[in-house]
């Protein structure tokens, strides 16, 4: 069993720099892309950031320039760097991620429980 588990949400004000960060544990043999999805109330699950096994980055339009994904492959860690948040950053975050459990199998798509970014003043 893999488990994804994020951290680092919270109330943050316009403007701020909260990080976010989500270990993968349990069976891992190897871990393939990684990314950050969030959902914002009465909408759609998007994807915010993605990184893959070595490093390549893809970013939506709306966070581009002001969100860095990045990961720690020692770790099974991938984290979010929020900069110069606006309310509508407003979401849960969920993280993701292809796991291999062992060698032989296919990969999972893995979900993190999500954790709630607020942006108000």
């Known amino acids: 069993q893999v488990q994804l588990v994020e951290s680092g949400g919270g109330l943050v004000q316009p403007g701020g720099s909260p990080r976010l960060s989500c270990a993968a544990s349990g069976s891992i043999f190897s871990i393939s892309a990684m990314g950050w999805y969030r959902q914002a109330p009465g909408k759609q699950r998007e994807l915010a950031a993605l990184?893959?096994?070595?490093?390549?980055?893809n970013y939506a339009d709306s966070v581009q320039g002001r969100f860095t994904i990045s990961r720690d492959n020692a770790k099974n860690t991938v984290y979010l760097q929020m900069d110069r948040l606006k309310p509508e950053d407003t979401a849960v975050y969920y993280c993701?991620?292809?796991?291999?459990?062992?060698?032989?199998?296919?990969?999972?798509?893995?979900w993190g429980q999500g954790t709630l970014v607020t942006v108000s003043s």
């Open positions: 990184i893959t096994s070595v490093g390549s980055t």
């Open positions: 993701n991620a292809g796991v291999r459990p062992s060698l032989g199998t296919w990969y999972l798509a893995v």
